[in-house]
């Protein structure tokens, strides 16, 4: 979930901690936009700048003091990019390097003009060409070990970017993309926010997600709550969705380390972390 520091969300942080207390959830992370130098990965409306960090961390911590009173921890996360370009990437590295996050989210957001400006410097035109791309430099993130979960590992599919997303069209390169996620022991985000937008359908799409059940993938869930009432959105429609495809279990993270919790069973999440 976001704050308004990254230019795109209302509400702030301790009305979304008052929420996950009512839904039930008690365990929250939020994460907001990285800075990052380029301006086509969008700066105003989309993320913080980088003198802003400090403020954002202050943000959280006093967040979390003030959400004990009422059983709620709130955890410091960051949303991270992935982009094919690694020179891109340093300055975000720095950044990683000197803030202790609990929780490192990794997003390829394929409709910002940043990657949209790459699919066009690299020839890549037809819609199968940019899924295939996408979906391998979501690999290449995967084996950076810069990220504990990938999120909304389909976003491709959104904002426009390609006309037609069909998974089982692309079963070998999203599967390669998931073994990279069992391989180096991370997990894979369900990001409910894929309800209220485009296919309407969550991220990533069931099909995607019968396959990481077969291939043991380890999950976090988030919400991408951009307002206070969207934290939890559409739990009680995807867990037991996601118990009937065989998951047991979801993590969240704390200082890094992974933490697992039972996969709720009923209509609410008594315990757990959204992000």
């Not at 996360?77 to 982009?83: L, S, W």
């Not at 490192?104 to 410097?121: D, F, M, N, P, T």
């Not at 990533?204 to 206070?228: F, Q, Y």
Request: with cysteine.
């Amino acid at each position: 979930m976001h704050t308004p520091l990254c230019g795109h969300a209302v509400g702030e942080p301790i009305e979304y901690a008052a929420m996950a207390a009512e839904v039930g959830i008690d365990i929250i992370t939020i994460t907001c936009h990285i800075p990052m130098r380029w301006e086509a990965f969008g700066q105003a409306g989309i993320r913080m700048h980088r003198e802003q960090l400090d403020d954002y961390v202050k943000l959280v911590k006093d967040t979390a003091e003030q959400a004990k009173s009422f059983g709620v921890e709130v955890l410091c996360g960051i949303e991270a990019e992935v982009y094919p370009d690694e020179a891109e990437l340093e300055p975000m590295d720095e950044i990683l390097a000197a803030y202790d996050f609990d929780f490192v989210l990794g997003s390829l957001h394929a409709q910002c003009r940043s990657y949209i400006e790459w699919l066009a410097k690299n020839k890549v035109k037809s819609d199968a060409m940019k899924i295939d791309s996408y979906f391998r430099h979501l690999k290449d993130g995967v084996q950076s070990g810069r990220y504990d979960s990938m999120s909304h590992p389909d976003v491709i599919r959104t904002y426009g970017v390609v006309r037609h997303f069909n998974p089982a069209e692309h079963e070998e390169v999203i599967r390669e993309f998931l073994q990279a996620v069992v391989d180096e022991d991370i997990c894979m985000e369900v990001n409910t926010s894929g309800l209220t937008k485009g296919a309407y359908e969550v991220h990533p799409d069931p099909l995607i997600l019968d396959w990481a059940g077969e291939m043991g993938v380890k999950l976090t869930i988030g919400s991408d709550s951009h307002r206070p009432t969207s934290v939890g959105q559409y739990f009680e429609i995807i867990q037991p969705m996601l118990r009937e495809k065989g998951f047991k279990d979801l993590h969240y993270f704390r200082g890094r380390q992974r933490q697992r919790i039972d996969m709720p069973a009923g209509r609410k999440l008594k315990t757990g972390s959204v992000s």
